[in-house]
Nanobody, 114 residues
């Protein structure tokens, strides 16, 4: 099983980035997908998740700014991040989950300069 996250980078406050998570080795359509982030010195936190059926849910701090989506044909989950703030700076990880099984990607760094 592989989850490859990419799309991070350095962006100014107010800018946008789109993260992608390409999944292989599992049946993508059967798994819920999620994006987490971990800032320096802080615990990893859930940013957004989306069910296998496409129902999204967001952490309060990103509602209205971030959009999670998935493309079954491409085995890929996305996180569109708009109106980025300095406090969004973190390593972002994607996760696939089905029942008691979880699979993590390697993380991609997002740095927002103020």
């Amino acid at each position: 099983v592989q989850l490859q996250a990419y799309g991070g980078g350095l962006v100014q406050a107010g800018g946008s980035l789109r993260l992608s998570c390409v999944v292989s080795g599992i049946v993508f359509g059967n798994h819920a997908m999620a994006w987490y982030r971990q800032a320096p010195g802080k615990q990893r936190e859930l940013v957004a998740d989306i069910t296998s059926g496409g129902m999204p849910k967001y952490q309060d701090s990103v509602k209205g700014r971030f959009t999670i989506s998935r493309d079954k044909a491409k085995n890929t989950a996305y996180l569109q991040m708009n109106s980025l703030k300095a406090e969004d700076t973190a390593i972002y990880y994607c996760k696939a989950k089905r029942g008691g099984f979880e699979y993590w990607g390697q993380g991609t760094q997002v740095t927002v300069s103020s």
